[in-house]
Nanobody, 121 residues
Framework: QVLLVESGGGSVQAGGSLTLSCVAS???????MGWFRQAPGKEREGVAR???????IYADSVKGRFAISRDNVKRTLSLQMNGLKPEDTATYYC????????????????WGEGTLVTISS
């Protein structure tokens, strides 16, 4: 099991930037890591994930604006968010898969508590 703690959420105006960070309690080598978000009244959706080999995958809605990165030594996952829009308002969750489990990339078993991002127009 791995515990995840997010930070970096906040309130910014449209067009602004935020960087979310996630620290894991244990090893993240060999784990698929990702960011998800859930807006009020909507289902949770995948935002970005990073595969075992470091390949990033983004939702169409954030391509070109968000960048995901991982540091296996520091056990951290980051999400740089630029050009923020009001529709990006949501609680953002860091998630991790089990070591070596590819199928966990889309349905990770480990989740943080979330950090709230609010974008005003």
């Amino acid at each position: 099991q791995v515990l995840l703690v997010e930070s970096g959420g906040g309130s910014v105006q449209a067009g602004g930037s935020l960087t979310l960070s996630c620290v894991a309690s244990g090893n993240i080598n060999g784990r698929c890591m990702g960011w998800f978000r859930q807006a009020p009244g909507k289902e949770r959706e995948g935002v970005a994930r990073i595969q075992f080999d470091g390949t990033p995958i983004y939702a169409d809605s954030v391509k070109g604006r968000f960048a995901i990165s991982r540091d296996n030594v520091k056990r951290t996952l980051s999400l740089q968010m630029n050009g923020l829009k009001p529709e990006d308002t949501a609680t953002y969750y860091c998630a991790a898969g089990r070591v070596g489990y590819h199928r966990d990339c889309e349905k990770p078993p480990y989740w943080g508590e979330g950090t709230l991002v609010t974008i005003s127009s």
